[in-house]
């Protein structure tokens, strides 16, 4: 279960342009596992004694797929945007916010599937198991879409402090853009080569004329998306779309089992259907995050909130 995650950090890192030290990391996905300790508390025991405070004479089945539409949607993203807030001074934007979500999903779901591997004599082994793991493609998305809106939020709420110090009368400048360095780097040494005729420890030389860079006959495809999904720009919608992601997951298994049972549908034909179900769901919910990936790329850093950020101080550090 843990495979996942270091995919998504390697991910982050290299794809996104998010360096991610080991001990921040860990903690978003530590923060994840915890998360999912208030909403068990939720879906077993507050949940449960609502419903039967209204409706005493339910069945236990039906009682168990209330849970699973209506209160694990709500009651686990809730536990999951509590995790991620908990870590707003690390998140400066929606890109911030998107990688930390994603990890705290998925590490929601590793001790979600730890507690469905404990349960698996209870019921059907290899129902729970194609749940469990189908889920985790799922939690990480949704939260991510939680994390997004709320990194939006705080990074306009650092930009309002902009704001208040215009109103002062503080004059700052946009940021000026640096003109880009390019050097030479020996590949094997790690040696920057900055003169002609310098010969690098792995024995490397550049020549009188300069280096030749090979430049490809054609252009460079840039790989797009199937579909290009926009990031929720309000904590409220992206909470509700994280739970209507969540409650349409469980909505749709939940309709397949009462179906199942209804026709009579033999256990082999179940489960092979069931696997059949997982699978087209959760290749929808990779289209969707690629789609997701792709904003986030294009998203604003909050570089630019930074370096206004350090300008006000100093600003004001020699007004006062």
């Known amino acids: 279960f ?42 077993s025991w507050i949940f449960p004694e609502i419903v039967l405070l209204f409706s005493p004479n339910i069945t236990l089945t039906g009682l168990e797929r209330l849970v699973a539409v209506i209160s694990a949607p709500v009651g686990e993203e809730l536990c999951k945007a509590g995790a991620i807030w908990f870590f707003a001074s690390k998140i400066k934007s929606p890109k911030h916010g998107f ?6 999903g998925l590490g929601f779901a590793i001790l ?8 698996l004599t209870f019921g059907n082994p290899l129902t729970m198991l194609i749940r469990g793991i189908g889920s985790i493609p799922g939690h990480a998305v ?16 650092r ?20 003109d880009a360095q390019w050097k030479l780097v020996d590949k094997k040494s790690g040696e920057v080569i900055e003169t002609p005729g310098q010969i690098s420890g792995s024995g ?8 030749e860079i090979w430049v490809p006959s054609a252009p460079i495809i840039q790989k797009e998306p199937w579909i290009k999904v926009p990031l929720p720009e309000n904590i409220g919608l992206g909470l509700c779309l ?15 089992e009462i179906f199942a049972e209804n026709s009579g549908m033999s256990d082999l034909s179940f489960v092979v259907l069931y696997l059949i179900l997982t699978v087209m769901m959760i290749a ?37």
């Open 159 to 178: 930009a309002i402090e902009l704001q208040k110090a215009a109103e002062l009368g503080l004059k700052i400048q946009p940021p000026e853009e640096k």
């Open 242 to 256: 994280a739970m209507m992601g969540h409650a349409s997951w469980n909505g749709i298994l939940t309709i397949f």
């Open 112 to 119: 979600e599937n730890l507690m469905y591997i404990g349960v």
């Open 2 to 43: 843990s495979i996942p995650v270091m995919g998504w950090w390697s991910h982050s890192t290299k794809r996104i342009g998010l360096p991610t030290r080991r001990r921040d990391a860990e903690g978003w996905l530590m923060a994840g596992i915890f998360s999912a300790l208030p909403a068990l508390f939720i879906n």
């Open 204 to 211: 490397v030389e550049v020549g009188a004329s300069g280096v």
């Open 142 to 157: 949704w939260t991510g879409l939680t994390g997004a809106a709320i990194g939006w939020a705080l990074m306009r709420g």
């Open 284 to 320: 929808a919910v990779l289209i969707i995050g690629t789609g997701l990936l792709h904003s986030v790329r294009a998203a604003p850093d909050g570089s630019e909130v930074d370096e206004y950020q350090a300008q006000l101080a100093e600003m004001t550090q020699q007004r006062f």
């Open 99 to 104: 990688q930390i979500g994603f990890t705290v």
